[in-house]
């Protein structure tokens, strides 16, 4: 039985403009389709959202790794505003699924510069019960382990947990690690899968 909802942040509450400005810079060699899959396999962004590294040594090791056609210190300026805002409905989302009876966190690949934008956009400290960026987590999706170490933190069994996110990379981690995992695109996709599983009432389509 479903008792908790942890939720990816990105690409299911918080809009992500991203993969164009990669695709510009590496003049099409790395197209906005291929986005996520090099992004959360390159090796710097792994270290930063894991903790290791500083966001300085950060964008001189990404800017080296993927070929960037700007320096440094213009992706990092660039880079802070690739978190777009909330979908619309994101906070009440996650309001309704509190006041059903579920317990809400969020596990979210993230780092010193976007954590700070993501707690505003998201209300984060009020609307969830806890919260795991895993740049404090000290190890990122998908690796089984920080799934284990959240739920850990979090004082969960696996099973109870439905986990929604964008990437289907993420989800196969999350059912390593023992959960129940559905690849969600945006608040829509995350109502339809809280409804499935009975979390939340089914909405009727528009006339």
């Known amino acids: 039985m479903i008792r908790a909802v942890l939720f ?29 899959e090099r992004w959360l396999s390159s090796s710097s962004v792994r270290e930063f959202e894991s903790g290791q590294i500083g966001a300085v040594a950060f964008a001189s090791r990404v800017v080296l790794e993927m070929g960037l056609s700007i320096g440094p210190e213009a992706f ?91 990437n289907e990379v993420n989800c196969l981690g999350a059912r390593a690690a023992g959960l129940v995992a559905v690849r969600v695109d945006g608040v829509a996709g995350a109502r339809a899968a809280l409804a499935t599983a009975g979390i939340l009432p089914e909405i009727p389509p528009r006339a």
């Open 76 to 166: 990092l300026d660039d880079f802070r505003s690739w978190l777009a805002g909330p979908f619309e409905g994101a906070t009440e989302l996650v309001a309704e699924t509190r006041a059903a009876g579920f317990a809400t966190a969020s596990l979210s690949n993230s780092n010193e510069i976007h954590w700070p934008v993501m707690q505003a956009h998201q209300r984060t400290e009020g609307n969830f019960d806890a919260n795991f960026p895993s740049h404090r987590l000290g190890i990122c999706k998908p690796d089984p382990e920080a799934f284990r170490k959240a739920i850990r933190l979090w004082n969960k069994e696996p099973r109870e947990i439905l986990f929604l996110d964008d």
């Open 8 to 36: 990816d942040l990105g690409g299911v509450l918080e809009r992500v403009d991203a993969g164009p400005r990669l695709e510009a810079w590496t003049s099409g060699r790395i197209p906005s389709s291929l986005f996520w």
